[in-house]
């Protein structure tokens, strides 16, 4: 926690420094204290900070990744003349993750990423109900959801998740 109370005070510190406090500017201080503090790294011996900084960005790449896939695969459903080849289907994904925060943000990623909507996680916290526009295999598209999405999302938090593949019991 210190060093990211000290990578807030470098931002406000550029922010003052070039005499805008606008929130471009601070992000852009905020960056480049992250840098500063990231080649100094030594200095605080080990900590997390640097860790969760990795953790956010691979996170972050691996969204606009599938973001950017599931726009292209949508827009090719639209163009391709002839009748529409959607599969849609609900699916339930047994989640590995626990807490409200993380269930949310998973829940919230699969919903940005076109042609997937969260819809309901259940009252023990142990399935998320996700409809999704092309499925053809319920299980792949589970599986693809639990090692990429759930996965990041567990790092983040410090959990761990299961490796095993989903069974048919949760088969819609």
Known sequence: MGVFLINLFLSFLWAALTGRFTLDNLVIGFLLGYLI????RGVFGSNKYFEKGEQVIRFTIFFLWELLIANLRIARDVLRPGPLRMKPRVIAIPLDIHGDVPIVLLANVIS???GTLSL???D???ILFIHVIHAPDADATRIEIKNGFERLVANLFDQQI???SPTEEYLI
Request: aromatic share 6%.
């Open 37 to 40: 503090l990231y080649l100094l």
């Open 112 to 114: 940005l990423t076109p």
């Open 120 to 122: 309901d996680v259940s």
């Open 124 to 126: 023990d916290h142990k």
């Open 162 to 164: 299961k490796t095993n």
